[in-house]
């Protein structure tokens, strides 16, 4: 039962170039998504979320992009750098009263100096 | 910055016996949660706690699994008799006023082992 996919395990980009990380989910009744960033030992840390009726939304260099007639959902880091290097989460929700979070797998990004 | 803390960090205990892993919220939230991560595997929804009950539990959360608000600022996961298979890190979230739009904010999880 995978709602929430994230299909690389893993992703290296260079210090300074844009990093790239990609969800899709299948459930079209999400209708909220998060990304979340969790280093190994810790908990998962919020970073950028995005309703479904924007498109698009952006804090520093972090940016979503949700493509809702696909299904698929991105988040691009630019420029990167080495502290990015973790495990990013995608998490998705349904507009219910208390409504849980669906992740992904993770993907493990390398930012390299 | 307000955080979500929980104790303990890490936990050793024989099969079958009783866990009790804590949690703190942050303080003005109202909605709290677990989820698990088993090694390897993605995180998982366990229980959603609000208005002193239950909200929303998963499958995994059978009769062996409990939560609890004792006071105003602990919430605890008892785990009645540990199975092997719930070794796992354990992590709590809490989230504010309304559960939809809201982010969760999760804690650093408690790294639980089942022998």
């Known amino acids: 039962d995978q709602q929430v996919k994230q299909n690389s395990p893993s992703l290296s980009v260079q210090e300074g170039r844009i990093s790239i990380l990609n969800c899709d989910y299948t459930?079209?009744?999400?209708?909220?998504f998060l990304w979340y960033k969790k280093y190994p030992a810790e908990g998962p840390t919020f970073l950028i979320s995005?309703?479904?009726?924007?498109d698009k939304n952006e804090d520093g260099r972090f940016t979503v992009f949700l493509n809702k007639s696909a299904k698929h959902l991105s988040l691009h880091i630019v420029p990167s750098q080495p502290g990015d290097s973790a495990v990013y989460f995608c998490a998705a929700r349904t507009n219910s009263g208390y409504s849980t979070l669906t992740f992904g797998k993770g993907t493990m990004l390398l930012v390299s100096p | 910055e307000p955080e979500v803390t929980q104790t303990p960090s890490h936990q050793v205990t024989q099969m079958g016996q009783e866990v009790i892993l804590r949690c703190v919220p942050i303080s003005n939230h109202l909605y709290f949660y677990w989820y698990r991560q088993i090694l390897g595997q993605k995180v998982e929804f366990l229980v959603s706690f609000y208005n002193n009950e239950i909200s929303e539990k998963s499958e995994i959360f059978d009769d062996q699994f409990s939560v609890e608000r004792p006071d105003g600022s602990n919430f605890t996961l008892k785990i009645r008799s540990t199975k092997l298979e719930d070794s796992a890190m354990y992590f709590c979230?809490?989230?504010?006023?309304?559960?939809?739009?809201?982010?969760?904010?999760f804690g650093p999880g408690t790294r639980l082992l089942v022998l």
């Open positions: 995005i309703s479904s009726i924007k």
């Open positions: 459930n079209s009744m999400f209708d909220y």
């Open positions: 979230a809490s989230s504010g006023g309304t559960p939809w739009q809201e982010t969760q904010y």
